[in-house]
């Protein structure tokens, strides 16, 4: 390895996705003095990235990027280019569940970051810092070593990971004031290189530097424990609603212990995202594959348990709506995994749309992000069967029985019920008593965020159902 300052002038990221694109937005608009490329295969993506409608919604992008965009910061689909160009390569391209052959539906499929390693090690000349963005599997870093140290042009490198803790709809404020900031390697000149592009604006006691290996499990780690506590007042929502407890109260009550705390006990129709399920499930595989089949259970359930959570939404639904929901129009008011997003990724409304249409329910969809292509797209995989076909039935269920309203009142008028799925702000200031009488009676409303919790429907006249009371 060569003995040289790595000061970082130069950066490329290779994935132009949820992660990357605000990322490098945060490093090029913090650090005026480095050259920020982003690269990706999707020449489309990359065009929407130089465009006014940013691939990615996110609260706060589009002023960062309109900043540094033709600065600092440009989108590219010339990868090669880029990589020779870079002092520091970033891999943030996405490593979706396995679906296919040994550990599928549990490990992570990593044939995208092999092929990165691969190009960086055909094209690269000279010395690099190769930095894992992407949520990978512990010991992943040891693959990409191997990869890379079989360059053809006597290139070097070093390895980090860095593993990115933000999460969507806040992207920015994570990525402005992190709680911190982790650098696992090997090398300190490395670690310290990355250091000092964080140093430009997070203080350095956040800045946490580890070996490879606990950064790679730490993220997994996190998200096994966020989640793990969504499940778990998922849980005690189950045994609320068969008694007379409140979960919300519950959680409040526990949340106020310090060794507990308030966050991340919201109890929801089930937690999705590119992550969660993700992680744990390699995590799992990793427990198994290590011959540890106890710890891979105890995680796996905490999976389990967000799948019983969505299915018992609608069970409770049609058992509500006197055992049928069969040619009933249902208005689905939003589809993104979370508020303040335009990402569907496990989305509980794409499980709890499917139940509903095996059920033979008719939907009117409303989402203020997500496009009508793009739930339609979610709706049609989730009906796939393994070999990549949709049955004319299921095709025939989508067609005839999904549509798409503009606000929630479209969405909702002549309705048997409403079922909240995203916690969007903009639901609280829907015109309640117009919907109310656009609506079929008894007027249901099955609030799967407890977002319309306060706003007194019962008194307006609908039937009322949230999570956990
Ligand atoms: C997560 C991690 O928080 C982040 O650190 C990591 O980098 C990526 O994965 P993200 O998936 O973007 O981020 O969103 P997050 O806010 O964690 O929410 C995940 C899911 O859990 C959402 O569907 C959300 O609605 C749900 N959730 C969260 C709850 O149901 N209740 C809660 O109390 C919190
Ligand atoms: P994440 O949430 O992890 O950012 P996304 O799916 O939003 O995931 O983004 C990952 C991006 O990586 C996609 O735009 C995809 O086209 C890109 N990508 C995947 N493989 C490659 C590759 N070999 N070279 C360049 N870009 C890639």
Same mark, same amino acid.
């Given at each position: 390895m060569p003995d040289q300052t790595l000061a970082v002038?130069?950066?490329?990221?290779?994935?132009?996705?949820?992660?990357?694109?605000?990322? $490098?937005?945060? &490093?090029?608009?913090?650090? =005026?003095?480095?050259?920020?490329? /982003?690269?990706?295969?999707? #020449?489309?993506?990359?065009?929407?990235?130089?465009?006014?409608?940013?691939?990615?919604?996110?609260?706060?992008?589009d002023?960062?990027?309109?900043?540094?965009?033709?600065?600092?910061?440009?989108?590219?689909?010339?990868?090669?280019?880029?990589?020779?160009?870079?002092? $520091?390569?970033? &891999?943030?391209?996405?490593? =979706?569940?396995?679906?296919?052959? /040994?550990?599928?539906?549990? #490990?992570?499929?990593?044939?995208?970051?092999?092929?990165?390693?691969?190009?960086?090690?055909?094209?690269?000349?000279?010395?690099?810092?190769?930095?894992?963005?992407?949520?990978?599997?512990?010991?992943?870093?040891e693959a990409v070593k191997r990869i890379l140290a079989n360059s053809d042009n006597a290139a070097t490198f070093d390895?980090?990971?860095?593993?990115?803790?933000?999460?969507?709809?806040? #992207?920015?404020?994570?990525?402005?004031?992190?709680?911190?900031v982790l650098i696992g390697g090997e090398r300190a000149e490395a670690i310290e290189a990355l250091v000092s592009v964080y140093a430009n604006w997070v203080s350095r006691d956040r800045l946490l530097t580890t070996n490879l290996w606990s950064s790679e499990l730490s993220k997994l780690t996190a998200n096994a424990f966020l989640a793990q506590r969504v499940s778990s007042i998922n849980a005690i929502s189950a045994l609320c609603e068969a008694t007379e407890a409140d979960v919300d109260e519950v959680a409040s009550a526990i949340g106020t212990d310090s060794r507990i705390g308030p966050k991340f006990l919201k109890a929801s129709v089930g937690f999705g995202g590119s992550c969660f399920q993700k992680d744990i499930l390699n995590l799992v595989y990793l427990c198994e594959y290590f011959g540890l089949p106890q710890v891979a259970e105890y995680w796996e359930q905490v999976v389990k348990m967000n799948d019983y959570q969505k299915q018992r939404f609608v069970t409770r639904m049609?058992?509500?709506?006197?055992?049928?929901?069969?040619?009933?129009?249902?208005?689905?008011?939003?589809?993104?995994?979370?508020?303040?997003?335009?990402?569907?990724?496990?989305?509980?409304?794409?499980?709890?749309?499917?139940?509903?249409?095996?059920?033979?329910?008719?939907?009117?969809?409303?989402?203020?992000?997500?496009?009508?292509?793009?739930?339609l797209r979610d709706l049609r995989s989730i009906f796939t069967e393994g070999d990549g076909v949709i049955s004319d039935a299921k095709q025939k269920l989508i067609d005839e029985h999904v549509s798409f309203a503009s606000s929630c009142e479209e969405a909702s008028a002549d309705a048997h019920a409403i079922a909240v799925l995203t916690e969007w702000d903009e639901f609280a200031d829907a015109d309640f008593d117009a919907i109310f009488d656009s609506m079929k009676k008894p007027a249901f409303v099955f609030d799967g965020r407890n977002k319309l919790k306060a706003m007194d429907l019962q008194g307006k006249g609908f039937e009322y159902h949230g999570i956990g009371f």
């Open positions: 002038s130069k950066i490329c990221c290779i994935g132009a996705g949820y992660v990357g694109g605000p990322t $490098m937005a945060m &490093i090029a608009h913090k650090c =005026p003095h480095i050259d920020v490329k /982003v690269v990706d295969i999707n #020449a489309d993506r990359i065009a929407q990235w130089n465009s006014d409608q940013l691939p990615v919604y996110e609260p706060g992008l002023d960062i990027v309109q900043q540094c965009r033709g600065k600092n910061l440009s989108f590219t689909t010339a990868i090669d280019d880029s990589i020779r160009a870079a002092d $520091m390569v970033f &891999i943030s391209v996405n490593t =979706p569940t396995k679906m296919f052959g /040994v550990g599928a539906g549990r #490990a992570a499929n990593l044939e995208f970051v092999e092929k990165c390693a691969r190009r960086i090690a055909e094209v690269s000349e000279g010395h690099k810092i190769v930095v894992e963005k992407s949520t990978l599997p512990v010991r992943t870093a390895v980090l990971s860095n593993p990115e803790f933000l999460a969507e709809g806040t #992207a920015i404020e994570d990525l402005l004031a992190p709680d911190r049609v058992r509500t709506m006197f055992n049928t929901v069969s040619d009933k129009k249902i208005g689905i008011w939003g589809f993104a995994f979370k508020k303040d997003t335009n990402d569907t990724r496990e989305s509980a409304a794409i499980y709890v749309c499917r139940d509903l249409l095996l059920e033979k329910a008719r939907l009117c969809i409303y989402d203020p992000q997500v496009s009508r292509e793009h739930i």
